[in-house]
């Protein structure tokens, strides 16, 4: 699954690569490269904000869920990284609790993020 959603990637990006020299071009090698190490891809480890204890979690999702931390296809039908719903990734919401490693959030659903606003919410008045 995760190799098929390699070569996705690998051949959306492939003809929508900005290069500043010649425009649009064919460097794909070096946007995966970029983009992979950026965390892009599922195999960097997911991690979930606990709000009670103020730190965070290990979190994984299934295989079979298309959970990217961005996309260009703003139509791509991807799961919310939360709760599995599918949805359009242009109607994702920036998850408060499930980032990457470096503190990026991945798309939820509306619902999902509805709970983690007021998670944060309650927290940060708890906390001031």
Not at 68 to 95: H, W
């Amino acid at each position: 699954m995760i190799a098929d959603i390699k070569l996705f990637f690998k051949q959306l990006f492939c003809d929508h690569q900005w290069d500043r020299t010649h425009g649009y071009g064919r460097n794909v090698s070096k946007l995966y490269e970029s983009v992979s190490i950026m965390g892009i891809f599922d195999e960097t480890p997911k991690q979930k904000w606990n709000f009670i204890n103020h730190e965070y979690e290990p979190y994984e999702t299934p295989d079979e869920w298309v959970v990217p931390l961005v996309c260009r296809d703003m139509d791509l039908l991807v799961n919310c990284a939360n709760c599995g719903k599918q949805l359009i990734y242009g109607e994702t919401f920036t998850s408060k609790a499930i980032h990457n490693i470096t503190g990026l959030g991945f798309g939820v659903c509306s619902d999902c993020y509805a709970i983690e606003r007021e998670l944060d919410e309650i927290e940060r008045k708890h906390h001031a």
